[in-house]
Nanobody
């Protein structure tokens, strides 16, 4: 399994920005589609964004379109989530995930490897 480690979470004021990073190791990274999910207390884990192996097909949840950007650097084995105009409802633990599919997918079952998560807190 590919190993994933998230970083970049923290406390931010509403309207502010954060950039999350996910470093991958253990398997060939370039052939994997990558995704970001989040889970708030008392809520189910939800899809945020996904990107194909060649970064040509990014996909986003409706709730974050226009505010979040997913990107990847295969040479660095890293995927990013740039989060702008953060809202209190964005507060959650954010998880990075990897899929053997080459194209983006929003289905959690398609992602076989998951990171431990990084906490994002947004103050109102």
């Amino acid at each position: 399994q590919v190993q994933l480690v998230e970083s970049g979470g923290g406390l931010v004021q509403a309207g502010g920005s954060l950039r999350l990073s996910c470093a991958a190791s253990g398997r060939t990274f370039s052939g994997y589609a990558m995704g970001w999910f989040r889970q708030a207390p008392g809520k189910e884990r939800e899809f945020v964004a996904a990107i194909s192996w060649n970064a040509a097909w990014p996909r986003y949840a409706d709730s974050v379109k226009g505010r979040f950007t997913i990107s990847r650097d295969n040479a660095k084995n890293t995927v990013y989530l740039q989060m702008n105009s953060l809202k209190p409802e964005d507060a959650a633990v954010y998880y990075c995930a990897a899929s053997t599919k080459s194209g983006p997918t929003s289905t959690p079952a398609d992602f076989g490897s998951w990171g431990q998560g990084t906490q994002v807190t947004v103050s109102s």
